[in-house]
């Protein structure tokens, strides 16, 4: 029993950390894929709208969970940050954080 | 704890049942390759997924069949109507799919063979396909409105495919003498982006106040309620004296149209136009229709997490041809449900599980060149459809500053240049 739940325990670290490491559209966490609708990957583009691509994941939290509580002003993100969990915010800036040009 | 021994037998045949009830990247393996997947169209929709399936798994074969060589997008054709935009700046090629290693077919999509998991182009090639991806967007749905033929949009354009269409009406509206009167007809739910008529609506209305101020404009619609309302409307009041709205209820639904009188007609009366606008009803693309993945309502039912069709497997929906529950029909939420079923195509067809996608839209209105205003949704899958989450997702704040909706004309612009860089660049 206890070996078994060791085994699940460790299963679990693994998948959370191949999360957190992987870049690839792959293993995107749910809704990181939709932010590029409006926040280029490409450096090419012309949009005063900033890239997230390689960001520190703990200011893209922050930004968002300021979003979210309406404590930083903004015009579409309050409306966007509120349909997601601090958990969700949080792998979804891991996952930028994580990519690369 | 127990443990059952599991014979080798017996291992092997659940881990055969499991195998099929996997639905078969079996013949894919037998090839050694990572399975073949035929996605219809190249816009929004069809040109993002394809070659997100690349990139995501690049053993996978992915072919995308577009009989246009050039795609003309629709949103900010409505600029393009009051001569502030060139329809140049609509046109996108798909010069960069070779780089990206995905096969473009320009031949038209004809047929389609469920069982035997094939798509037939116009030139007569056969496309096998472990799964395939339609995006067709819409059709207009030529005998939804009376008197409304194909040979009366050449006088009455619709413009609701950019192209030609929009090309015509600019020049009708440039050759209209000041004084005239342009009509709008908009349709009934549900339709190729929901604030689109009363964008074009608005943005006449500036070309009208601006080039021809003695002339005036009548959106005639067959619903009492739009998207972001309130904003247009309060818009027009301080704007636009010379745009009438005309409601369902009083009177707007346009049951018929006389061409040769150049006239609307609803029960409550006639419309004399110099220059009519018909946004017609439409329907899924024609391809769904073949495929038989449409419904009785024109539309085609899809598996919210994989946009698989609920009426035929292996074939999914993304783009204004799904019915994608809370999403509304636009470019921004075509390209966000192609990402989605991206990842979950390459899943399926090497045996995975698509996980649970949550998925965003954000639409952006011009009431004038320099007056933005959005509407944005955040969404999941619930009780077998997209669901709104509860708490997000809205419109701009009605009470907004003019500082504000220059920032969202601002953003709506950049939204362009990254949707359709990111798609066709």
Redesign the interface.
């Given at each position: 029993?206890n070996a078994?739940r060791l085994v699940t325990a460790a299963v679990f670290v693994f998948a959370l950390s191949a999360r957190a490491l992987a870049a690839?559209?792959?293993d995107?966490p749910?809704?990181a894929?939709?932010?590029?609708?409006?926040?280029?990957?490409?450096r090419?583009?012309?949009?005063?709208?900033p890239r997230l691509i390689g960001r520190n994941p703990a200011d893209i939290t922050a930004a968002m969970l300021a979003f979210k509580s309406g404590q930083l002003p903004s015009?579409?993100m309050d409306?966007?940050a509120?349909?997601?969990s601090e958990d969700?915010i949080k792998a979804i800036a891991a996952w930028y954080g994580a990519q690369k040009d | 704890m127990t443990v059952k021994r599991t014979s080798r037998r017996e291992f092997l045949k659940t881990a055969a049942a499991g195998a099929s009830a996997a639905m078969l990247p079996l013949p894919a393996i037998a090839q050694g390759a990572g399975g073949r997947v035929v996605v219809v169209g190249g816009g929004f929709g069809g040109a993002t997924c394809a070659r997100f399936i690349k990139r995501i798994d690049p053993r996978i074969a992915v072919t995308v069949v577009e009989q246009n060589p050039t795609f003309i997008a629709c949103p900010f054709s409505n600029l393009v109507i009051v001569g502030l935009r060139e329809l140049s700046a609509q046109q996108f090629g798909y010069d960069k799919f070779a780089a990206d290693q995905v096969t473009v077919a320009p031949s038209p999509a004809t047929a389609v063979d469920a069982q035997g998991r094939s798509v037939t182009l116009g030139n007569g090639t056969r496309l096998p396909y472990d799964r395939l991806v339609l995006s067709p967007g819409i059709d207009i749905r030529w005998d939804g409105l009376p008197g409304y033929t194909e040979a009366a949009a050449e006088r009455m354009p619709h413009a609701w495919k950019a192209g030609e269409q929009t090309l015509l009406l600019r020049r009708q509206l440039e050759a209209m003498e000041d004084g005239g009167t342009v009509v709008i007809t908009a349709p009934a739910n549900p339709f190729r982006c929901p604030p689109g008529p009363y964008e074009r609506g608005s943005l006449i209305a500036y070309y009208l106040k601006t080039k021809k101020p003695k002339s005036k404009l009548i959106i005639l619609d067959a619903k009492d309620a739009f998207s972001k309302q309130r904003l247009f409307q309060n818009a027009w009041k301080a704007l636009y004296p010379n745009l009438e709205w005309v409601s369902l209820s009083t009177g707007g639904k346009v049951t018929s149209v006389d061409v040769g009188a150049m006239t609307l007609v609803t029960d409550f009366g006639r419309h004399k136009a110099d220059v009519a606008n018909v946004i017609p009803p439409q329907k899924a693309g024609r391809i769904a229709e073949i495929a038989g993945v449409a419904d009785r309502t024109g539309w085609c039912p899809i598996d919210p997490v994989s946009f698989e069709s609920k009426l035929v497997p292996n074939i999914h929906v993304v783009g204004d041809a799904s019915i994608a529950g809370a999403m509304p029909k636009s470019a921004f939420s075509a390209n966000a449900q192609a990402k989605v079923c991206a990842a979950a195509v390459a899943k399926l067809v090497t045996g995975g599980t698509p996980q649970e996608p949550k998925l965003i839209n954000t639409c952006y209105s011009l009431v004038a060149p320099d007056y933005g205003i959005s509407v944005a949704g955040v969404y999941r899958p619930a009780d077998g459809q997209l669901k709104d989450v509860e708490g997000s997702g809205g419109v701009s704040a009605i009470d907004a500053p003019s500082s504000t909706r220059a920032l969202e004309a601002t953003f709506a612009n950049g939204w362009f240049n990254t949707i359709t860089g990111e798609v066709f660049g």
């Amino acid at each position: 029993m206890n070996a078994t739940r060791l085994v699940t325990a460790a299963v679990f670290v693994f998948a959370l950390s191949a999360r957190a490491l992987a870049a690839g559209p792959a293993d995107a966490p749910p809704g990181a894929l939709s932010c590029s609708g409006c926040h280029a990957t490409a450096r090419s583009v012309d949009t005063t709208v900033p890239r997230l691509i390689g960001r520190n994941p703990a200011d893209i939290t922050a930004a968002m969970l300021a979003f979210k509580s309406g404590q930083l002003p903004s015009t579409v993100m309050d409306r966007i940050a509120k349909g997601f969990s601090e958990d969700e915010i949080k792998a979804i800036a891991a996952w930028y954080g994580a990519q690369k040009d | 704890m127990t443990v059952k021994r599991t014979s080798r037998r017996e291992f092997l045949k659940t881990a055969a049942a499991g195998a099929s009830a996997a639905m078969l990247p079996l013949p894919a393996i037998a090839q050694g390759a990572g399975g073949r997947v035929v996605v219809v169209g190249g816009g929004f929709g069809g040109a993002t997924c394809a070659r997100f399936i690349k990139r995501i798994d690049p053993r996978i074969a992915v072919t995308v069949v577009e009989q246009n060589p050039t795609f003309i997008a629709c949103p900010f054709s409505n600029l393009v109507i009051v001569g502030l935009r060139e329809l140049s700046a609509q046109q996108f090629g798909y010069d960069k799919f070779a780089a990206d290693q995905v096969t473009v077919a320009p031949s038209p999509a004809t047929a389609v063979d469920a069982q035997g998991r094939s798509v037939t182009l116009g030139n007569g090639t056969r496309l096998p396909y472990d799964r395939l991806v339609l995006s067709p967007g819409i059709d207009i749905r030529w005998d939804g409105l009376p008197g409304y033929t194909e040979a009366a949009a050449e006088r009455m354009p619709h413009a609701w495919k950019a192209g030609e269409q929009t090309l015509l009406l600019r020049r009708q509206l440039e050759a209209m003498e000041d004084g005239g009167t342009v009509v709008i007809t908009a349709p009934a739910n549900p339709f190729r982006c929901p604030p689109g008529p009363y964008e074009r609506g608005s943005l006449i209305a500036y070309y009208l106040k601006t080039k021809k101020p003695k002339s005036k404009l009548i959106i005639l619609d067959a619903k009492d309620a739009f998207s972001k309302q309130r904003l247009f409307q309060n818009a027009w009041k301080a704007l636009y004296p010379n745009l009438e709205w005309v409601s369902l209820s009083t009177g707007g639904k346009v049951t018929s149209v006389d061409v040769g009188a150049m006239t609307l007609v609803t029960d409550f009366g006639r419309h004399k136009a110099d220059v009519a606008n018909v946004i017609p009803p439409q329907k899924a693309g024609r391809i769904a229709e073949i495929a038989g993945v449409a419904d009785r309502t024109g539309w085609c039912p899809i598996d919210p997490v994989s946009f698989e069709s609920k009426l035929v497997p292996n074939i999914h929906v993304v783009g204004d041809a799904s019915i994608a529950g809370a999403m509304p029909k636009s470019a921004f939420s075509a390209n966000a449900q192609a990402k989605v079923c991206a990842a979950a195509v390459a899943k399926l067809v090497t045996g995975g599980t698509p996980q649970e996608p949550k998925l965003i839209n954000t639409c952006y209105s011009l009431v004038a060149p320099d007056y933005g205003i959005s509407v944005a949704g955040v969404y999941r899958p619930a009780d077998g459809q997209l669901k709104d989450v509860e708490g997000s997702g809205g419109v701009s704040a009605i009470d907004a500053p003019s500082s504000t909706r220059a920032l969202e004309a601002t953003f709506a612009n950049g939204w362009f240049n990254t949707i359709t860089g990111e798609v066709f660049g």
